[in-house]
């Protein structure tokens, strides 16, 4: 079951890794009507299922580690305009590294949790512009004979993409920014303590979306840069 955050994680923090989402709500204004009310009223729900590969370079104070991971989640995402989508992730989540003494051999498994926020800023019969935020905290841990090694980080994507529609079939590609800030936690016979982010933090992503009668849509996603990631998914609108 996906875990939190340790209580120990300062207000701080949440402000810090919290804040471009809540100022990109902000960017929701034209939900509010002349009399002052809000629309709120949902007007769809949307689940997605997918599994991810993903492979990166964490950055130690200089030092990168090439680090593998996948994912298995589950997403849920309210609908309640084209400026406001707020979704919730949740999902089991392994982790291998290459150079890292400490994680040598491992293969740590956990969980993780997120949300995010979504918005189509442009919409048309053949082309949507989409805006979108997502804070996802990650740990994983594991041990190896005497010694045991935990890595716990926090993520935040910010992106822009556009969606062509061709029928059943839409094409999208944009860009995005990865913020990465973690620690890992080693005890045994290697004992430390280490701070983790990210050496390259601009990326891109393509993929295509195969709409299927029932509502849904079977999606793919590549991604390039900052990452190279593979993603695939069931989405079912409701």
Do not use: C
């Not at 994912?71 to 979704?87: A, C, D, K, M």
């Not at 804070?135 to 716990?152: G, I, M, R, V, W």
């Amino acid at each position: 079951m996906a875990r939190l955050p340790d209580s120990s994680i300062s207000t701080s923090l949440i402000v810090k890794y919290l804040s471009p989402i809540l100022v990109f709500m902000l960017m929701a204004a034209p939900m509010v009507h002349a009399d002052g009310s809000v629309y709120l009223s949902s007007a769809g729900l949307g689940v997605d299922a997918y599994g991810e590969h993903s492979e990166t370079t964490f950055d130690y104070n200089g030092v990168p580690v090439e680090t593998r991971s996948n994912r298995i989640g589950l997403s849920v995402q309210e609908y309640y305009s084209p400026w406001l989508q707020p979704g919730l992730t949740i999902g089991y989540l392994d982790v291998s590294q290459n150079n890292n003494p400490v994680t040598n051999g491992m293969d740590l498994s956990g969980e993780f949790v997120g949300i995010s926020l979504n918005a189509d800023a442009l919409q048309s019969e053949s082309f949507d512009l989409n805006l979108g935020v997502s804070y996802t905290y990650n740990q994983a841990e594991d041990n190896l004979s005497s010694q045991s090694s935990k890595l716990q980080w926090h993520e935040v994507v910010t992106s822009i993409g556009t969606r062509y529609k061709l029928d059943a079939l839409h094409l999208v590609a944009g860009g995005f920014v990865q913020t990465i800030d973690g620690d890992e936690t080693a005890n045994g016979v290697l004992t430390s303590t280490r701070n983790f982010g990210h050496d390259d933090s601009v990326g891109a992503y393509a993929g295509i979306d195969l709409l299927v009668p029932s509502g849904g849509r079977i999606v793919i996603r590549v991604d390039s840069g900052a990452r190279d990631n593979v993603r695939i998914s069931f989405q079912q609108s409701f």
